[in-house]
T-cell receptor, first 118, second 111 residues
Framework: NAGVTQTPKFRVLKTGQSMTLLCAQDMNHEYMYWYRQDPGMGLRLIHYSVGEGTTAKGEVPDGYNVSRLKKQNFLLGLESAAPSQTSVYFC?????????????????FGAGTRLSVL | GESVGLHLPTLSVQEGDNSIINCAYSNSASDYFIWYKQESGKGPQFIIDIRSNMDKRQGQRVTVLLNKTVKHLSLQIAATQPGDSAVYFCAELNQGGKLIFGQGTELSVKP
């Protein structure tokens, strides 16, 4: 089972460049998430999606855009990269309908994308 | 606001000893908690979860304890092995249905 797959694994950008990070899950999960992880900051939610065609802002959405055109894919875009966006980005997915508390809320993570913006 | 924090940022234990990783949460209405393990260069991996109607849950070599009175969560790892070396995160499900992660505790196992 592939689970959650992120591409690319590593990327170096120059300030002002754009890029798209791809997340794919094969578990038929409704919910998908993008996080960034910085030293000493834990995981912070950037954007999430509750289903195909929907997106919503998380804790730190500025400078990022997302799209969920297909249920299995969740794309994270940086239109004009900044050094402050140097981070490790994780995608996750879960069954989790709103308000349901339990194993369906377990989020399964990809291996991460390490992004450096110079 | 909501916060999930860890008492100790690092923990070093001898191989074979038991490890205890602690976590405090601030929202008394939270009713579901998850522990994740993150090895170097990898994404977080689910270890064990617990609902608020329980105070203890056991898995394979791991036990999670929940004390709702003091809003405290702990992860106990029995007979710690070198493969247990990782960062451990607790996560709290907030009322909006999103997981709030703590900053993590780095567990180092000495052979």
């Amino acid at each position: 089972n592939a689970g959650v797959t992120q591409t690319p694994k590593f990327r170096v950008l120059k300030t002002g460049q754009s890029m798209t990070l791809l997340c794919a899950q094969d578990m038929n999960h409704e919910y998908m998430y993008w996080y960034r992880q910085d030293p000493g900051m834990g995981l912070r939610l950037i954007h999430y999606s509750v289903g195909e065609g929907t997106t919503a802002k998380g804790e730190v959405p500025d400078g990022y855009n997302v799209s969920r055109l297909k249920k299995q894919n969740f794309l994270l875009g940086l239109e004009s990269a900044a050094p402050s966006q140097t981070s490790v980005y994780f995608c996750a997915s879960s069954y989790a309908p709103h308000g349901f508390s339990g194993p369906r809320n377990i989020q399964y993570f990809g291996a991460g994308t390490r992004l450096s913006v110079l | 606001g909501e916060s999930v924090g860890l008492h100790l940022p690092t923990l070093s234990v001898q191989e074979g000893d038991n490890s205890i990783i602690n976590c405090a949460y601030s929202n008394s209405a939270s009713d579901y908690f998850i522990w994740y393990k993150q090895e170097s260069g990898k994404g977080p991996q689910f270890i064990i979860d617990i609902r608020s109607n329980m105070d203890k849950r056991q898995g394979q070599r791991v036990t999670v304890l929940l004390n709702k009175t003091v809003k405290h969560l702990s992860l106990q790892i029995a007979a710690t092995q070198p493969g247990d070396s990782a960062v451990y995160f607790c996560a709290e499900l907030n009322q909006g249905g999103k997981l709030i992660f703590g900053q993590g505790t780095e567990l180092s196992v000495k052979p």
